[in-house]
Each structure stands twice: as C-alpha cells, then as structure tokens.
C-alpha cells in the first residue's frame, strides 16, 4: 500500500466515555476521591481526570479537511519517499519555521535483495504555514547514486519505522539540544521486532546514537535492542 501524508486539521475522539475507577477513603466527606496515582483513566474526555487543567475548557470538535490535502505528497522515481511518506513523526516551530520529521521509503522498499528494515528512513521538510512544504536539498546522505535528497543524516543508520523528535534549546550541551526517540528494527529467526532508540543532534540534521549499537544489514540486534537507554 502506497501512503501519503495528510493534514490534519484536528483530532477527532470517538464517542466513548472516560472511565475513571477511583478507591473508597475512610473518613473522606464524599466517601470517594480520585487519586491519579491509584486510578485508572481510559479515554478521558472529562475536565477531571485531565491533570493542570486550571482555567482550560476542554471541547469537542469536528476536524476539517484542508482543500490542499495531502500536502506533502510522495516523490518522484528515484527519490527516497518514492514509495511511501508516512507522518509517523514530528513538526516543531524553531523560530518561524516549521520542522517536519517524517519516515520516508523508495523504490527499494520493493527490492527483495535488500534488507526488509534498510528501506525506511528518516527524511525532513520544512514550512513556514504548515500548509506548503519543501524537501531541502541536504546533500547528507547518499541514495541511489546521490545526496541530492532531503534525507537527514543517522548514525549508525538503522531501519526506522515511527520517529519522535524533541527540541530543547536551553540545553547546556549544544550537541543534544535535538533528542530523537525512534522504533527500530531487529530481526529474530525470520521475523523483525522493533525496540527503542534514542539519538541526539546539534542541528535536527546531523543525528547521533545514544548508546553503543552495531546495525547488522541496517537492523538494531536483539542485543542492542536491551541496552537502549532514555535521554
């Protein structure tokens, strides 16, 4: 199946209601109270269990498909997102620029010499209204015969499936001030798992890992997969 990314203009909640299971208090007033360490909230909708929500209303709405959806559509033959343009990832303001990190996946995807997690990686877009996007020419990573893509550079590069990105500019240590949670591939016997890994960046471009893995033909191995650690 061939995906494109869409724009989402809200988020819609299905008509389910919270369920909040709150404990009996000996010698409370009401007999009940809810401690959010003890309970247990599925769905939560209501304006009690949503915690720091002081002079917040919570509303339902409808979304609203944007007229220029998809926006930020697959590429052209021979390029990295040929095949798929999967929003499994992150869109941060910096400034008065949006920065999109997104999985991306070409024409290899169908090669069956290659390896099943080698295809998917990590490609960046850039906006300035959310609505009309760019793939800059990074010139950092090398794809069929080239580096004139909008890959961004992972090291070690792994397959990656789901990409979470976080900016911290106050960071004291400037080569972290990007952090990257990213759900990787490794295989066991015939099939591939995925794990966690956490990476780190200086510019949102440039991407480091966070802990000691050996990729095995661009998978995470079952050993790394236990030494992944938090930022």
Same mark, same amino acid.
């Given at each position: 199946?061939?995906?494109?990314?869409?724009?989402?203009?809200?988020?819609?909640?299905?008509?389910?209601?919270?369920?909040?299971?709150?404990?009996?208090?000996?010698?409370?007033?009401?007999?009940?109270?809810?401690?959010?360490?003890?309970?247990?909230?599925?769905?939560?909708?209501?304006?009690?269990?949503?915690?720091?929500?002081?002079?917040? @209303?919570? &509303?339902? !709405? *409808?979304?609203?498909?944007?007229? +220029?959806?998809?926006?930020?559509?697959? %590429?052209?033959?021979? /390029?990295?997102?040929?095949?798929?343009?999967?929003?499994?990832?992150?869109?941060?303001?910096?400034?008065?620029?949006?920065?999109?990190?997104?999985?991306?996946?070409?024409?290899?995807?169908?090669? @069956?010499? &290659?390896? !099943? *997690?080698?295809?998917?990686?990590? +490609?960046?877009?850039?906006?300035?209204? %959310?609505?009309?996007? /760019?793939?800059?020419?990074?010139?950092?990573?090398?794809?069929?015969?080239?580096?004139?893509?909008?890959?961004?550079?992972?090291?070690?590069?792994?397959?990656?499936?789901?990409?979470?990105?976080?900016?911290?500019?106050?960071?004291?240590?400037?080569?972290?001030?990007?952090?990257?949670?990213?759900?990787?591939?490794?295989?066991?016997?015939?099939?591939?798992?995925?794990?966690?890994?956490?990476?780190?960046?200086?510019?949102?471009?440039?991407?480091?890992?966070?802990?000691?893995?050996?990729?095995?033909?661009?998978?995470?191995?079952?050993?790394?997969?236990?030494?992944?650690?938090?930022?």
């Amino acid at each position: 199946m061939r995906w494109s990314l869409l724009l989402v203009a809200g988020i819609v909640w299905t008509g389910l209601a919270g369920v909040i299971v709150a404990e009996e208090k000996s010698g409370d007033a009401h007999g009940r109270y809810f401690d959010e360490a003890q309970a247990t909230t599925l769905f939560a909708f209501d304006e009690v269990s949503l915690p720091f929500s002081q002079n917040l @209303k919570l &509303v339902m !709405r *409808s979304p609203e498909r944007h007229p +220029a959806n998809p926006v930020v559509q697959r %590429g052209g033959a021979g /390029t990295p997102d040929s095949w798929a343009v999967q929003f499994y990832g992150s869109v941060i303001r910096v400034g008065d620029v949006y920065r999109m990190w997104y999985v991306a996946a070409g024409e290899d995807r169908l090669d @069956k010499r &290659v390896p !099943r *997690s080698a295809p998917w990686r990590v +490609a960046y877009a850039e906006s300035r209204d %959310g609505v009309h996007w /760019t793939k800059p020419d990074l010139g950092l990573v090398e794809y069929a015969g080239n580096r004139k893509n909008n890959l961004v550079q992972i090291e070690p590069h792994m397959g990656i499936l789901n990409v979470k990105v976080l900016y911290e500019p106050d960071d004291p240590d400037p080569s972290r001030r990007y952090k990257m949670g990213a759900h990787v591939w490794f295989p066991k016997n015939k099939v591939r798992l995925g794990t966690l890994a956490t990476y780190a960046s200086a510019d949102g471009l440039r991407w480091k890992t966070l802990h000691a893995a050996k990729p095995v033909q661009r998978s995470c191995s079952g050993r790394d997969a236990a030494a992944s650690t938090a930022f």
